[in-house]
C-alpha cells in the first residue's frame, strides 16, 4: 500500500492536491483537496447589485464571462426583467459568451491537456521552416523548458514528426486563443473581465461593420476548430485508446443548459445516467454539503439560497476548501461530457451526428463516452457546436436594434442565473434587501467536480474517477493527472472562502 501525492497539479487552473493510496497496482481511495482560499461572496453584500456581474468575474481569469452570465441571470430575475431581453441583447450576450467557450476549449486541449500526449521536446530536432515551431525550438534551445518538464516520463507514444505537428498546432493555438479575446472585445469590450453584459442586456448595440468583421473572424476559429482541433483530438483518441476505458466518473451527468434561444436554451438542461435516458432538471434538488470540508455549520447539505460559508481550517473531518454539490443526494458530473450526453439524450441532431461520428470513427461504443478520451471528445464536439451556432445567431441580429431593456432597481428580490460555463454547471443566487445585495452564492463547475465526500461519505466526481485506476508506474503516474486534466478543473472558481474581517485562516507551504 501507498500513497502518490500529487501536489499541486499542474497545467489546471488554480490549486489542488490529488492523493490517491495505490495497492496491488490499483487505486483504493482517492481525495481531491481545493487548497485555495479566498472571498468573493461576501465582498458583495450590501453592494449595488449591478456590482455582481463586475466583482464576480474576478473570481477566475480564465472564464469570467461564465460569471458574468450566471450573475446577469440572477438579477434580470431578480429585477423582473428576464422576460424583457431584447433579441439583440440576448444574442449578442451569447455571441459574447461563447467566444469565451471557444477559446476555454481550446486552452484546455493544447495548452493544459495535450502535454500529457505529446512529447513537444521533439521540436527540438526541427529541420524545417514553421516559424512556429522555430520559435518554440529557440525557446527550448535557450533552456526556457519550464511549461514542457518536469513531467512524468515514459508515455509518450507519437512518432517524432506527429509531435512536431501536434506541437505547431500547440503554438498556433496560442494565436487561435488570441483571435477569440479579440472577438470577444468587439461586442465586450475587453477580455478578461468584460463590460459588456449587464442586467437588462448589453452594452453594445449591432452595428453592420461589426457584424461583418466579427463573422469573417469566427470562420477563421471555426476553421481551426474543424481541421486541426477536432482531428488532433480523435489522433489523440486512436493512439491512447486505452483511455476509453480509464476514467470513468461517477456515471450520473447534470447540465443546466446554456445559451439563451427563442425555444429555451441551445444546449439543453438535464440530468443523465447510463441509460442515456434524461430526467428534467429540478433546482430544488441541489445541496452542498459541508461534511468534510473546512466549513463549521451544523446543518448539512442546504440549498445554495440558504448556504452559508464559516471557515474552520482546522475541522478535522475537513480535507478541502471545496463543498460537495449534490442533485437528488447523489453525485453527479458536469461539464462538456454532461451537456453531450443530456443533449444527445434529448434528440438534438447536430450532437448526435458528431458524437456518433465519434463514436463510429474510434470504434466505440456510447458507453465508453464515460471516460478521459469521451471528456476530450465532448469537449471538441461542444466547441464546434457552439461556434457553429454563432454564425447563425449572429444573422438574427437586426442592426441599430434595442439590447437593452430599462428598469428599476427594486428594493426586494430574489434571483438565481444557471447556465453552463465551459468546465460544467454554473448557478449564482442572489438575494436583494434595501436595493442592495443580502445574499449570495455561486456554485460553480469544478466544486461539483472536485468535490470532496459528502456527508453520506460517496466521493466526489473527480474522486470516482481515480478510484478503481491501475496505475503502471508508480513513480510516474500518468493515469492520474490524465483523468483530473480530463475534467479541466478549475479551482480559482470553486473556492470561495471568507474572512469578513481579514483573519488569518491559515498558513500554508507552497512548494
Ligand atoms: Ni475558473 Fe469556471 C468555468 C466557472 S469553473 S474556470 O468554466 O464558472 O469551475
Ligand atoms: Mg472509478
Not at 429585477?79 to 459568451?97: C, E, H, M, Q
Not at 472536485?450 to 510516474?476: C, H, L, V, Y
Amino acid at each position: 500500500m501507498r500513497t502518490i501525492v500529487i501536489d499541486p497539479v499542474t497545467r489546471i487552473e488554480g490549486h489542488l492536491k490529488i492523493e490517491a493510496v495505490v495497492d496491488d497496482g490499483v487505486v483504493k481511495e482517492a481525495r481531491s483537496t481545493g487548497t485555495l482560499f479566498r472571498g468573493i461572496e461576501l465582498i458583495l453584500q450590501g453592494r449595488d447589485p449591478r456590482d455582481a456581474p463586475r466583482i464576480t468575474q474576478r473570481i477566475c481569469g480564465v472564464c469570467p464571462t461564465a460569471h458574468a452570465t450566471a450573475s446577469t441571470f440572477a438579477l434580470d430575475e431578480a429585477f423582473k426583467i428576464a422576460d424583457r431581453i431584447p433579441t439583440d441583447g440576448r444574442v449578442i450576450r451569447n455571441l459574447i459568451f461563447g467566444c469565451n467557450f471557444i477559446q476555454s476549449h481550446v486552452l484546455h486541449f493544447y495548452h493544459l491537456a495535450a502535454l500529457d500526449y505529446v512529447d513537444v521536446t521533439m521540436v527540438a530536432g526541427y529541420e524545417g521552416i514553421d516559424p512556429g515551431l522555430l520559435a518554440a525550438k529557440e525557446f527550448l534551445s535557450r533552456g526556457e523548458l519550464g511549461p514542457f518538464v518536469p513531467r512524468y516520463e515514459g508515455d509518450y507514444r507519437f512518432p517524432a514528426d506527429v509531435s512536431r505537428t501536434l506541437a505547431a498546432h500547440y503554438v498556433q493555438a496560442f494565436e487561435i486563443r488570441r483571435k477569440a479575446h479579440e472577438l470577444l472585445a468587439m461586442f465586450g469590450g475587453k477580455m478578461p473581465h468584460s463590460v459588456g453584459i449587464v442586467p437588462g442586456g448589453v452594452t453594445q448595440t449591432a452595428e453592420v461593420d461589426l457584424i461583418a468583421a466579427f463573422l469573417w473572424r469566427l470562420n477563421e476559429l471555426r476553421h481551426f476548430i474543424d481541421n486541426i482541433y477536432i482531428p488532433d483530438v480523435l489522433d489523440v483518441a486512436r493512439i491512447y485508446g486505452d483511455y476509453a476505458e480509464i476514467g470513468a466518473g461517477c456515471g450520473e451527468f447534470i447540465s443546466y443548459g446554456g445559451f439563451p434561444v427563442e425555444t429555451g436554451r441551445f444546449l439543453g438542461p438535464g440530468t443523465i445516467g447510463a441509460d442515456l435516458v434524461p430526467a428534467e432538471l429540478d433546482v430544488g434538488r441541489i445541496t452542498e454539503s459541508i461534511a468534510h470540508s473546512w466549513y463549521a455549520d451544523g446543518e448539512d447539505a442546504l440549498h445554495p439560497s440558504e448556504g452559508r460559508t464559516a471557515p474552520a481550517p482546522t475541522k478535522s473531518e475537513g480535507y478541502s476548501w471545496l463543498k460537495a454539490p449534490r442533485y437528488d443526494g447523489r453525485v453527479h458530473e458536469g461539464g462538456p461530457l454532461a451537456r453531450m450526453l443530456v443533449n444527445y439524450g434529448r434528440g438534438n441532431d447536430q450532437v448526435k451526428g458528431l458524437i456518433d461520428h465519434v463514436l463510429g470513427t474510434l470504434d466505440l461504443q456510447p458507453a465508453a463516452l464515460n471516460s478521459v478520451l469521451g471528456r476530450h471528445a465532448a469537449r471538441a464536439v461542444e466547441c464546434k457546436i457552439v461556434a457553429d451556432a454563432m454564425a447563425d445567431w449572429i444573422l438574427d441580429l437586426v442592426p441599430g436594434g434595442p439590447v437593452y431593456a430599462p428598469h428599476e432597481i427594486p428594493d426586494e428580490g430574489e434571483g438565481v442565473g444557471l447556465t453552463a460555463a465551459p468546465r460544467g454547471a454554473l448557478g449564482h443566487w442572489v438575494r436583494l434587501k434595501g436595493g442592495v445585495i443580502d445574499h449570495y452564492q455561486c456554485v460553480v463547475p469544478t466544486t461539483w467536480n472536485a468535490s470532496p465526500k459528502d456527508e453520506r461519505g460517496n466521493p466526489g466526481p473527480i474522486e470516482q474517477a481515480i478510484i478503481g485506476t491501475p496505475i503502471k508506474d508508480e513513480e510516474n503516474p500518468f493515469e492520474i493527472v490524465r483523468i483530473v486534466r480530463s475534467f479541466d478543473p478549475c479551482l480559482a472558481c470553486a473556492v470561495h472562502t471568507i474572512t469578513p474581517r481579514g483573519r488569518t485562516l491559515g498558513r500554508f507551504v507552497v512548494s
